[in-house]
Protein backbone atom coordinates (compact mmCIF):
# COMPACT_ATOMS: atom_id res chain seq x y z
CA UNK A 1 0.00 0.00 0.00
CA UNK A 2 1.13 3.08 -0.65
CA UNK A 3 1.27 6.15 1.79
CA UNK A 4 0.35 9.29 1.40
CA UNK A 5 2.38 12.28 2.47
CA UNK A 6 0.59 15.79 3.59
CA UNK A 7 2.03 18.82 4.22
CA UNK A 8 1.09 22.50 3.86
CA UNK A 9 2.75 25.11 1.36
CA UNK A 10 1.86 28.47 0.55
CA UNK A 11 0.30 29.08 -2.69
CA UNK A 12 3.64 30.98 -4.41
CA UNK A 13 5.24 27.76 -3.36
CA UNK A 14 2.54 25.42 -5.05
CA UNK A 15 2.45 28.04 -8.36
CA UNK A 16 6.47 27.38 -8.72
CA UNK A 17 6.13 23.86 -8.73
CA UNK A 18 3.36 23.98 -10.95
CA UNK A 19 5.35 26.17 -13.43
CA UNK A 20 8.57 24.09 -13.04
CA UNK A 21 6.60 20.83 -13.92
CA UNK A 22 4.72 22.79 -16.59
CA UNK A 23 8.33 23.48 -18.12
CA UNK A 24 9.57 20.35 -17.96
CA UNK A 25 6.59 19.21 -19.76
CA UNK A 26 6.99 21.84 -22.84
CA UNK A 27 10.86 21.06 -22.75
CA UNK A 28 10.41 17.37 -23.64
CA UNK A 29 7.49 17.62 -25.71
CA UNK A 30 9.29 20.18 -28.00
CA UNK A 31 12.65 18.73 -28.08
CA UNK A 32 11.73 15.46 -28.91
CA UNK A 33 13.85 14.08 -26.27
CA UNK A 34 13.44 11.70 -23.07
CA UNK A 35 15.92 13.72 -20.96
CA UNK A 36 14.88 15.67 -18.09
CA UNK A 37 15.80 19.90 -18.57
CA UNK A 38 18.14 21.39 -16.60
CA UNK A 39 17.06 24.46 -14.76
CA UNK A 40 19.82 25.71 -16.38
CA UNK A 41 18.12 25.34 -20.00
CA UNK A 42 15.36 27.59 -19.50
CA UNK A 43 15.81 31.64 -19.11
CA UNK A 44 13.92 34.56 -17.97
CA UNK A 45 13.62 37.91 -19.18
CA UNK A 46 16.05 39.03 -16.40
CA UNK A 47 19.20 36.11 -18.08
CA UNK A 48 18.14 37.81 -20.99
CA UNK A 49 18.67 41.00 -20.46
CA UNK A 50 22.14 40.12 -18.44
CA UNK A 51 23.01 37.54 -21.18
CA UNK A 52 22.85 40.25 -23.97
CA UNK A 53 23.10 43.43 -22.11
CA UNK A 54 19.36 45.48 -23.16
CA UNK A 55 16.56 46.18 -21.78
CA UNK A 56 13.31 44.33 -20.95
CA UNK A 57 11.66 46.74 -23.77
CA UNK A 58 14.07 45.28 -25.99
CA UNK A 59 13.30 41.80 -25.19
CA UNK A 60 9.57 41.89 -25.78
CA UNK A 61 10.61 43.74 -28.91
CA UNK A 62 12.23 40.80 -30.14
CA UNK A 63 9.39 38.63 -28.59
CA UNK A 64 6.56 40.50 -30.31
CA UNK A 65 8.73 40.51 -33.85
CA UNK A 66 9.42 36.93 -33.63
CA UNK A 67 13.20 37.23 -33.18
CA UNK A 68 13.19 34.60 -30.41
CA UNK A 69 10.72 32.10 -29.27
CA UNK A 70 9.19 31.96 -25.68
CA UNK A 71 6.77 30.52 -23.43
CA UNK A 72 4.46 32.04 -21.47
CA UNK A 73 3.59 29.84 -17.91
CA UNK A 74 1.62 31.75 -15.13
CA UNK A 75 2.04 35.19 -17.17
CA UNK A 76 5.67 34.26 -16.83
CA UNK A 77 7.74 34.37 -20.07
CA UNK A 78 10.35 31.60 -19.96
CA UNK A 79 13.10 31.18 -22.96
CA UNK A 80 14.66 27.97 -23.87
CA UNK A 81 18.41 28.52 -24.20
CA UNK A 82 19.26 26.56 -26.87
CA UNK A 83 16.19 28.26 -28.99
CA UNK A 84 17.37 31.71 -28.32
CA UNK A 85 21.06 30.94 -29.44
CA UNK A 86 19.58 29.25 -32.64
CA UNK A 87 17.84 32.50 -33.16
CA UNK A 88 20.24 35.09 -32.23
CA UNK A 89 22.66 32.85 -34.56
CA UNK A 90 19.71 33.33 -37.60
CA UNK A 91 19.70 36.61 -36.48
CA UNK A 92 23.39 37.74 -36.75
CA UNK A 93 23.56 36.50 -40.31
CA UNK A 94 20.67 38.99 -41.75
CA UNK A 95 22.79 41.62 -40.14
CA UNK A 96 25.93 41.00 -42.06
Known sequence: MEQILLTSITL?????KITERINMALSI??????ET????????IEDLERLFKVSKVTIHKWEKRGLIPFYKVNRKVYFKRIEVINSMSQFDRFLQ
Open 12 to 16: EELLD
Open 29 to 34: KTSGKK
Open 37 to 44: PTPEDLLT
